[in-house]
Each structure stands twice: as structure tokens, then as C-alpha cells.
């Protein structure tokens, strides 16, 4: 069974770079049969999909965050990263890192336990 | 990008009466339609995908059924640890624009 930690600041200021890390135990991110994404919760609202990455490198961003987002992998860690620059106060949200079999007919099973991240100066 | 309704808001149910949660998509997703739990503080869990597979580990009380853009999760006999919000999710695009809906929160009656 795979298991995700997310881990980062819990306060970034705005206009700042948020960075988020997600350490992955039970799966390889060298492996072809896992994709990697990061998903945000506004506080009291819903899920909203930030990126995707696949073991290739291959990425897939929302297109409402692309211009300000990189999700990346560092393999020898076996972690996946998260960027979002030039953040806001609306960039406040719990940022959830997760992980889908490559199986096209299922979606993201395994999700992280959660980083709160509040933009404040 | 494919909006994902749910109805109701809020859902009032007794212990051990059924539950009837309802999703409805902008456009035809086919079956690439999951449904999540979330309890407060918590990440969401999967109950279903496909429509209508339930993921490893989830009671038989849960069942999801629809295709194209409208969809249903049941929960036959509620127990105490049902009472949750519940989100729908589309994966049908590719490249990937998943989206969710916005949730049903299931109370006691």
C-alpha cells in the first residue's frame, strides 16, 4: 500500500514561492505504474486538482494554476514536489499530495494526510 | 471543464435508513465517475470509481450507479460512522481536468 506525507511551510507570505514536498513509502515514483498529484482544499469548500506527474516526467497542470505551478519528481528520494508562485491569500488551503494506478478506469486512491498553508504577511 | 453538481447540500438521514446522494455532470463523463468520504480533519477516502467498483476495503453498504452525466451513491443502512461530506469526482479528460463537485454533507436525523 502506498503511503504519502506532505510537508512545507505552514505560512507563506504573499507574492512568496509556496514549496510543498511529498515523501512516498510502499510505491516507487520510478515505477510505470503510479501517477502523482497535488489537490488544495479551501478551508470549508471543495477539492480543486492543482497537477499530475507521471514517472516519465510527463506533467498536467490545471489549467487555472499552469502559468504559476511546477509539480516535479526527485526519484533518488523518492519524493514529488509542488511550486506555486506569486501567491495570494486565496492560495490558503490545505494541499494534499495523492497518487492513482496507471489504470485509466480508476482515479487517485492514496492521499497524503494534509499541509495546511496560509498566505499571510 | 466538466462541472460536477451534487444535490442536496445537505442530506438529514436516521441511523439505518438509507441514504440517496446525486451527481450531475455539465457534459457526459461515461463511467469515469468516483465518489469520496471525508470527515473533518481528515484527506478523502475513496468509495468508488468506475461508477459503480467499489475500492478495496469499502463495505457493500456503499454502492455508486449512472453513467454519462448522472450519477447516484447509496448507502443502504447508515451507520454512526457514515456521517460525512461526500464528493463526486470526474477523471474523464485527457489530457487530465479533473474536477469535483461540491459536496453533500449527510447529518443525522
Known amino acids: 500500500q502506498v503511503h504519502l506525507q506532505g510537508s512545507g511551510p505552514g505560512l507563506v507570505k504573499p507574492s512568496e514561492t509556496l514549496s510543498l514536498i511529498c515523501t512516498v513509502s510502499?510505491?516507487?515514483?520510478?515505477?510505470?505504474?503510479?501517477?502523482w498529484g497535488w489537490f488544495r482544499q479551501v478551508p470549508g469548500k471543495g477539492l480543486e486538482w492543482i497537477a499530475s506527474?507521471?514517472?516519465?516526467?510527463?506533467?498536467y497542470y490545471n489549467p487555472s494554476l499552469q502559468s504559476r505551478v511546477t509539480i516535479s519528481l526527485d526519484t533518488s528520494k523518492n519524493q514529488f514536489s509542488l511550486r506555486l508562485s506569486s501567491v495570494t491569500a486565496a492560495d490558503t488551503a490545505v494541499y494534499y499530495c495523492a497518487s492513482k494506478d496507471y489504470d485509466i478506469l480508476t482515479t487517485y486512491k492514496y492521499w497524503g494526510q494534509g499541509t495546511l498553508v496560509t498566505v499571510s504577511s | 471543464e466538466v462541472v460536477m453538481t451534487q444535490s442536496p447540500a445537505t442530506l438529514f438521514v436516521s441511523p439505518g435508513e438509507r441514504a440517496t446522494l446525486s451527481c450531475r455532470a455539465s457534459?457526459?463523463?461515461?463511467?469515469?465517475l468516483a465518489w469520496y468520504q471525508q470527515k473533518p480533519g481528515q484527506a478523502p477516502r475513496l468509495l468508488v470509481y468506475g461508477a459503480s467498483t467499489r475500492a478495496t476495503g469499502i463495505p457493500a453498504r456503499f454502492s455508486g450507479s449512472g453513467s454519462g452525466t448522472e450519477f447516484t451513491l447509496t448507502i443502504s443502512s447508515l451507520q454512526s460512522e457514515d456521517f460525512a461530506l461526500y464528493y463526486c469526482?470526474?477523471?474523464?479528460?485527457?489530457?487530465?481536468?479533473?474536477?469535483f463537485g461540491q459536496g453533500t454533507k449527510l447529518e443525522i436525523k
Open positions: 457534459q457526459s463523463v461515461g463511467s469515469n
Open positions: 469526482h470526474q477523471y474523464y479528460n485527457w489530457p487530465p481536468m479533473y474536477t
Open positions: 510502499g510505491g516507487s515514483l520510478s515505477s510505470s505504474n503510479y501517477y
Open positions: 506527474i507521471y514517472f516519465s516526467g510527463t506533467t
